[in-house]
């Protein structure tokens, strides 16, 4: 009887596997759409939540820088001095001083109080107007006030009552709570006191006159407190 052969399942089995190594060509793969509109939602949701939160908390804006915030006060104080501002003091009786000027509200540090009126004198004319006042002490007060604006010296003579507040404010070493500050005001310089610290109302306003003056202590003997 003739042999029978066994199929020859190798060599199917070699074409098979060679088939399946065939690289099958894929199609590139495209964005769909559909996941485009959903990261638009996601932003229109971070819009939405942003807008949620500005309702329940305050959205800080842009801050002004430091120029910005010294040129708005500085033309807060011009407008006061042009105004004449002379708002939350009033004049009592003080034994020792004399006339004497209080808060009747309270005063912040650095706030506006008044602006120290007079004539403004060179600063020879100050110590000519100065001289002649000594001469004559029984009938002039001390209302000399000397002092600078960009390197420029100046004498605001207060001796004549002008009906401001400014020139009734006192002085002391100790207890001083208003310190002056020059500055111009269309072109002019002028004299200006600001709280030196947080006044409470009732308080007396004083500040320092800066007078040494063994004479003018002697004649003046609360210059010294």
């Known amino acids: 009887m003739p042999e029978r052969s066994s199929p020859k399942v190798i060599s199917q089995r070699s074409v ?5 190594r065939t690289p099958v060509s894929r199609p590139k793969t495209r964005r769909s ?5 959903q990261t638009k ?9 942003q807008q949620d939160i500005r309702k329940y908390f305050r959205v800080r804006g842009k801050r002004k820088t430091a120029s910005e915030l010294k040129k708005i006060e ?13 708002e939350g003091m009033e004049i009592f009786h003080c034994d020792v001083k004399g006339r004497a000027v209080r808060a009747v509200r309270p005063f912040k540090r650095g706030e506006f109080i008044c602006e120290y009126s007079g004539e403004l004198l060179t ?22 006030y000397f002092f600078q604006f960009k390197d420029v010296s100046y004498c605001l003579d207060c001796t004549q009552d002008n009906g401001r507040l400014g020139r009734l404010l006192n002085h002391s070493r100790r207890n001083q709570n208003v310190q002056t500050l020059s500055i111009g005001v269309q072109g002019r310089a002028c004299l200006i006191f600001k709280a030196l610290r947080d ?6 306003l004083c500040y320092d006159y800066g007078d040494r003056n063994p004479l003018n202590i002697d004649r003046f003997p609360w210059l010294a407190q």
């Open 123 to 144: 600063h020879k004319q100050g110590i000519e107007r100065e001289r002649m006042y000594n001469e004559h002490p029984e009938r002039y007060g001390s209302y000399m």
């Open 16 to 20: 098979t596997v060679k088939q399946l």
């Open 33 to 37: 759409p559909l996941r485009k509109r």
């Open 41 to 49: 939602t996601k932003e229109e949701d971070m819009d939405n939540s």
């Open 74 to 86: 500085s033309d807060k104080i011009e407008e006061a001095v042009l105004a004449k501002q002379e």
């Open 199 to 204: 006044i409470e109302v009732g308080e007396e």
